[in-house]
């Protein structure tokens, strides 16, 4: 075997150095590719490895087939929605929408604005009612109080001028009592005109007064004819009788006096009536004398 091996010609070991300086100098390349190769292959084999830890893993905490349809179904869920948030993306809004945006903010503005013074009205209004109802409450105590009040006075307003005429009514049984006594006729005749002063007093008290009739003028409007009567001592239309006392109650006429008024006879009223034109024509000069000298008067005034 030794034999048969060639010996290297010249050729030979020429090339022999320039190979093991190329070796030499690919040596570290190959070195630093055997080192990548190795830890390719080490990759290799640790990447099942770690696949496998994984499976094993996942195995072990793997869900429940019923909680992992519940994922499942959630997923789905969210997904659909976040699809349809996405559809329903609104387009960016145009200047008119943005106006009618503004137009609404100030419209539900103005709106509370309105429901805070309708709350106030509201407030208002009841309590004008709760016055109306106590207003109407006292009324309704008020119209009650009356009534009673003229059912009072209506049974014993008079009560007051009752008590002053039981003295009246005691001073005209004494008189009666006198009455049966002939001998003491004067004391019954004061007692009786004491009695009726002391009635009109009682009138007075309560504002009623007899209206004054004789001798004076007739008026219609206190006093009522009864007739007429011929008289040379009274002028005529005056009261000369008087046959029923009228009454006032304060500024009411509660009866007129029933009177009878003087009348001149037919010859004293011719006479009157010539006498009535002399005086008319006396005074007639006297007025015209009077007048130029007021004139004068005027006159010489006006001058100075």
Known sequence: ?????????????????????????????????????ETEVKEAKA?????????????????????????????????????A??????PPPSEEVIKLRMEIIDLKHRIRELETELEQKIKEIKQNYEQAMLIKKQFDDYKVRVMKERADWFNYGHEPIIKELLGVMDNLERA???????EDFESLKQGVELTYKQFLQVLEKFG?????????????????????KESKDHPPGTVIEEHIKGYMLKDRLLRPSMVTTSVLPPGEKKTREVEEQKESMEQEPENQEQEPKAESKSLEGEEE
Request: aromatic fraction near 2%; avoid cysteine; hydrophobic fraction near 25%.
């Open 85 to 90: 948030k996405k559809e329903e993306a609104p």
């Open 176 to 182: 009666i009592a006198h009455a049966n006594r002939p």
């Open 47 to 83: 990447e099942p490895e770690a696949e496998e830890k994984e499976q094993e893993e996942e195995k072990s905490i793997e869900p429940s087939p019923e909680l992992q349809q519940a994922l499942e179904e959630a997923v789905k869920v969210f997904e659909k929605k976040e699809k």
């Open 1 to 37: 075997m030794v034999e048969d091996e060639k010996k290297p010609g010249p050729e030979e070991l020429e090339e022999k150095p320039e190979k093991e300086l190329e070796a030499e100098e690919s040596a570290p390349e190959e070195k630093e590719e055997k080192a990548e190769e």
């Open 208 to 228: 009623v007064k007899q209206i004054k009739a004789l001798g004076e003028p007739f008026d219609p409007n206190y006093h009522e004819a009864m007739a007429t």
